[in-house]
């Protein structure tokens, strides 16, 4: 299985910041490689697929880049509502793992 | 509005057998292919299962196999999990989502909010 290690597990940061979570996996994974927020009591949202690629209605303050092994989640000027829990995933290869998370607190 | 609603969550014993459904609504069901993702409480998310559309081919965690089935019928717009020989390892909040083809991969773009199964005794 392609393991995914996702760094830092948390971080604390003010509004206007900007944030970088990277997610290393154990193999290469051409750009299969996409980015979720999740809330407590809410469903999982798509931000990032296919490495950069912004989803629909997702704001321009996130962006995703890196390739083979390394990927990373960049939040520019962060705002109060993107607090949350942040995960990578591959869908290069079944089974389709996750990375296992990076809590963002506001300060 | 394109919506996943999963119902079938509940407590069961250690052992015990449960059926969870998601049905979707607001798009064309049978064109797409489905997952089971779940968060055990205090824990990330954990990749369960995965149907293609069409259904004639499925994927599973080791942890799950031979205890779940995943299936659909895309005449009623339903993703199912049969999930038996149930444990403790099992509880969490079980969420469906959809899985179309975006720039050749297969993120998971339309979530539910989720069913909750506690497996204890």
């Known amino acids: 299985d392609i393991q995914l290690t996702q760094s830092p597990s948390s971080l604390s940061a003010s509004a206007g910041d900007r944030v970088t979570i990277a997610c290393r996996a154990s193999?290469?994974?051409?750009?299969?490689l996409h980015w979720y927020q999740h809330k407590p009591g809410e469903a999982p949202q798509l931000l990032i697929y296919s490495t950069s690629t912004l989803h629909i209605g997702v704001p321009s303050r996130f962006s995703g880049g890196g390739s083979g092994t390394e990927f990373t989640l960049t939040i520019n000027n962060l705002q109060p509502e993107d607090l949350g829990n942040y995960y990578c995933q591959q869908t290069y290869r079944f089974p389709f793992t996750f990375g296992g998370g990076t809590k963002v607190e506001i300060k | 509005e394109e919506q996943l609603l999963e119902s079938g969550g509940g407590l069961v014993q250690p052992g015990g057998s449960l059926r969870l459904s998601c049905a979707a609504s607001?798009?064309?069901?049978?064109?797409?292919?489905m997952t089971w993702v779940r968060q055990a409480p205090g824990k990330g998310l954990d990749w369960v299962s995965f149907i293609y559309n069409g259904g004639a081919t499925t994927h599973y965690t080791d942890s799950v196999k031979d205890r779940f089935t995943i299936s659909r019928d895309d005449s009623k717009n339903t993703l199912f999990l049969q999930m038996n020989g149930l444990g403790a390892e099992d509880t969490a909040v079980y969420f469906c989502?959809?899985?179309?083809?975006?720039?050749?991969?297969?993120?998971?773009?339309?979530w539910g909010q989720g069913t909750l199964v506690t497996v204890s005794s």
């Open positions: 607001g798009f064309i069901f049978g064109s797409y292919s």
């Open positions: 193999q290469p994974l051409v750009s299969y």
């Open positions: 989502a959809r899985n179309p083809v975006l720039d050749g991969s297969r993120p998971a773009d339309l």
